[in-house]
Nanobody, 121 residues
Framework: QVQVVESGGGLVQAGGSLRLSCAAS????????MGWYRQAPGKQRELVAAMPSAGSINYADSVKGRFTISRDNAKNTVMLQMNSLKPEDTAVYYC???????????????WGQGTQVTVSS
């Protein structure tokens, strides 16, 4: 009922920048939080940055000062500006949206299909 689509991944040299975008659509009554996670080969999926509707933004220590998350609440979109990229940032990046389904009291947690980010040294 809620679809999440990411875009903006690609190949970049170390020190470069990329901007990821994510849009959630469908039967959304309210959006509680949107965020970005990543999964590198052989590793578990980890939080990169999450932005609740109210409260503090949460960044992974490894990206603080380099990545910036932002949201457009009216459009149910979330962006991730990634600067000073490092080879260790290479991963598949996933967008996650958490909220309430329209016409119900049911919560949803929807994931996008992921977008590849590759940082070459």
């Amino acid at each position: 009922q809620v679809q999440v689509v990411e875009s903006g991944g690609g190949l970049v040299q170390a020190g470069g920048s990329l901007r990821l975008s994510c849009a959630a659509s469908g039967s959304i009554f309210s959006m509680n939080a949107m965020g970005w996670y990543r999964q590198a080969p052989g590793k578990q999926r980890e939080l990169v940055a999450a932005m609740p509707s109210a409260g503090s933004i949460n960044y992974a220590d490894s990206v603080k000062g380099r990545f910036t998350i932002s949201r457009d609440n009216a459009k149910n979109t979330v962006m991730l500006q990634m600067n000073s990229l490092k080879p260790e940032d290479t991963a598949v990046y996933y967008c996650n949206a958490v909220g309430v389904v329209a016409g119900t009291f049911r919560q949803f947690s929807s994931w996008g299909q992921g977008t590849q980010v590759t940082v070459s040294s």
